[in-house]
């Protein structure tokens, strides 16, 4: 008498890999059958402002997923709804369609998600179905990186060194690829993948296996060394550039520490080096996160900083619109708000100045930018751009003193003294000789050029954020 076949269903959102995937690897071991299945919700993207290029990224991922589950013998299903309210009864019908008794994922630790699963967990358990979400975007576990006291840290420092504490103690490694089924679903049909949502082409950054694990590798073998030195200078393609593939996870974050790991070993040691720099980012990536989980409010748009809620910001479309279009007589800043639109990416240097611009400069609220950044990131990432933007406004943890205001043309002769960088994106700047390529409006022959002058005074600007912060602190009384 044949024994009856468990199926298990294996829900992708933001793991797009077979590679060192908990719940993928967990729903494996548990079951004889299994189907993947991506929903796609692009009135939830629109309502995240979610960015064109990231939806196209993910929509040339899929296929690549479909085919990497069925080389180990699991059929892949799309399925599209408007947002996370319909999500529930979409999985309940594809399990009650395949006979389903056991849904995996991985879990994500935003507001809206955490509340997509719960809701989804409680109808699925009406049906005796089971729902397992498994911690696996962090290579510690959110909530296991604490003070002696039992509490989240608020301070990046000391957090990462008891990260690494752990680290040390627990060696995570990544999972293998799970062992073909031996019995998969025979007959299945596949469905199209098609995502109704504005796309923009994301051909920049490839999505196949190989080439991606390859970036990596490359990364680690031959720019990882000097990155401590090259991050930071936006003309040398220094950095990684990994980004898009850890928010959408094509690749983990376990992966990118053992390719570390295997060129450079003792780089834990070693905190002067570029490796360990390297690390650095990664543990910040991983601190937002923590953050999310400990501080639930951050994911409804509150500042982690309760004082700021005071500071009297100055809304201006017209401001806001300069700033977004690259058109504020900052190269530097200009620069790299175009690199951003034309590619959806920016160097992190940069997503500093530009945040640091508009909230001291032009003293507009950080959130208007967060959402930009968004609207426009092929690596958008709710946790890190939420963090980044708390970070440079002086609103969230670890923040850089309300008193430090970036200066953006000190800022560009620093880590683009030549301007190689800012002629790259600002062609209207070609012909400006070196000496006058942070501060065109000073050049004599200025009226040549089709380019802004500075749509601030930074000195004055400066000024008007520091006493706006301050008297937003000296006012803030927590007890009202």
Not at 160 to 169: D, G, I, Q, V
Not at 300 to 319: A, H, M, Y
Not at 345 to 371: C, P, V, Y
């Amino acid at each position: 008498m044949s024994q009856h076949k468990q199926v298990g269903l294996v829900w992708f959102r933001s793991d797009l890999r077979i590679v060192d995937n908990t719940a993928l690897s967990e729903a494996a071991k548990r079951c004889d059958q299994l189907i993947g299945l991506y929903i796609s919700t692009p009135m939830q993207w629109h309502e995240h402002h979610i960015a064109p290029m990231q939806v196209d990224l993910i929509r040339r991922r899929l296929p690549v997923l479909r085919d990497q589950l069925a080389s180990i013998g699991i059929p892949f299903v799309f399925k599209e709804v408007s947002d996370f309210e319909q999500i529930p009864q979409v999985i309940l019908d594809t399990v009650q369609d395949h006979g389903i008794s056991h849904v995996f994922c991985n879990k994500q630790y935003e507001w809206n998600e955490l509340q997509r699963d719960d809701k989804t967990g409680h109808r699925l358990a009406e049906q005796q179905i089971k729902f397992s979400a498994f911690d696996d975007c962090c290579v510690i576990t959110p909530g296991k990186v604490l003070t002696k006291k039992g509490e989240a840290f608020k301070v990046f420092t000391p957090f990462r060194k008891e990260w690494l504490n752990l680290f040390r103690a627990l060696s995570p490694s990544p999972l293998p690829i799970p062992e073909p089924l031996a019995s998969p679903i025979k007959k299945f049909k596949q469905n199209d993948i098609s995502v109704t949502y504005p796309l923009a082409d994301s051909m920049g950054w490839p999505v196949e296996e190989e080439t991606i694990r390859q970036r990596l590798v490359t990364f680690c073998y031959e720019k990882v060394e000097d990155y401590h030195q090259h991050r930071d200078i936006p003309s040398i393609d220094g950095t990684s550039c990994l980004s898009p593939y850890l928010a959408l996870g094509m690749l983990s974050p376990r992966q990118c520490i053992a390719a570390l790991l295997a060129v450079s070993p003792m780089c834990m040691d070693e905190p002067e080096g570029g490796a360990f720099s390297w690390l650095n980012e990664i543990i910040w990536r991983e601190f937002y996160r923590h953050l999310l989980v400990a501080y639930p409010s951050l994911c409804r748009g509150q500042p982690f900083q309760q004082w700021t809620q005071n500071v009297k910001w100055q809304p201006s479309s017209e401001l806001l619109s300069a700033w977004q279009h690259g058109l504020t007589g900052y190269p530097i800043v200009d620069a790299a708000m175009r690199q951003l639109k034309q590619t959806g990416w920016m160097h992190n240097r940069l997503r500093m100045i530009t945040a640091s611009f508009l909230t001291k400069d032009l003293l507009i609220h950080w959130q208007a930018g967060e959402q930009w950044f968004m609207s426009q990131l092929v690596d958008g990432d709710f946790a890190s751009n939420n963090g980044g933007w708390q970070w440079a406004a002086s609103t969230g943890t670890d923040a850089q003193p309300y008193f430090r205001v970036f200066n953006p043309t000190t800022q560009g002769e620093r880590f683009d003294p030549k301007g190689e960088f800012i002629r790259t994106w600002l062609y209207e700047l070609k012909d400006v000789p070196d000496k006058y390529i942070h501060k065109p409006h000073l050049w004599p022959e200025s009226g040549k050029i089709n380019y802004p002058k500075p749509i601030v005074d930074h000195k004055q600007a400066r000024l008007l954020a520091i006493s706006s912060f301050k008297v937003a602190k000296d006012e803030y009384n927590p007890l009202i």
